[in-house]
């Protein structure tokens, strides 16, 4: 196909994006099942919230000889699921729905848990174990998604590019403090 082949009726896609304005960002040609991607991004919010208050718990909860760079690091997580959660919760009301930050039951939505852990290393292995969870359910998610939403399947591969960070960040830390 070349740039000459290319062909589009405007005067159609002027009429359509008349059509439903009160859609918004939606238009007619949407494939993916909307209500089934809102599902998937709650819970994606509740992953992220529950991860933002398990990073700031161990911010907090730091303690020891090697610590100060732990913690920076833990911090630093944080305030990236936060914005990672802010993502999700902008996509949601783009697609029409409402993100849920409901408190009840977001254990329960989440596709990670909140384990505290002990000592320094027990946190770090819970924060790695729950990259590692984040990255297997944001992948199954982008493949889900495929083509069907490709606003949708690139926010996500950004929020897994960042994942497969923190967990590279927080492995070579267990090795550097083993």
Not at 47 to 62: D, G, N, P, Q, S
Not at 102 to 126: C, F, T, W
Not at 156 to 173: F, G, Q, R, W
Request: proline fraction near 2%; include cysteine.
């Amino acid at each position: 196909m070349t740039k000459s082949d290319f062909v589009t009726d405007v005067e159609a896609i002027r009429r359509r994006a008349r059509q439903h304005i009160e859609e918004g960002a939606v238009i007619e040609n949407y494939k993916a099942n909307r209500e089934t991607v809102i599902k998937l991004l709650n819970d994606a919010l509740a992953t992220e919230i529950v991860c933002v208050l398990r990073y700031k718990r161990h911010w907090f909860m730091a303690k020891g000889i090697n610590s100060e760079p732990v913690a920076q690091e833990f911090m630093e997580h944080a305030a990236e699921e936060q914005e990672h959660a802010d993502m999700i919760c902008v996509r949601i009301t783009q697609l029409g729905g409402e993100p849920n930050l409901n408190p009840e039951g977001l254990l329960a939505r989440s596709h990670s848990q909140y384990v505290e852990g002990k000592n320094l290393i027990d946190m770090i292995k819970e924060d790695l174990v729950a990259e590692r969870i984040a990255i297997e359910s944001y992948g199954d998610m982008i493949r889900y998604i495929g083509d069907k939403d490709t606003t949708t399947r690139r926010m996500l591969e950004e929020i897994l590019a960042k994942e497969e960070e923190h967990a590279d960040e927080l492995s070579n830390l267990l090795t550097t403090i083993n």
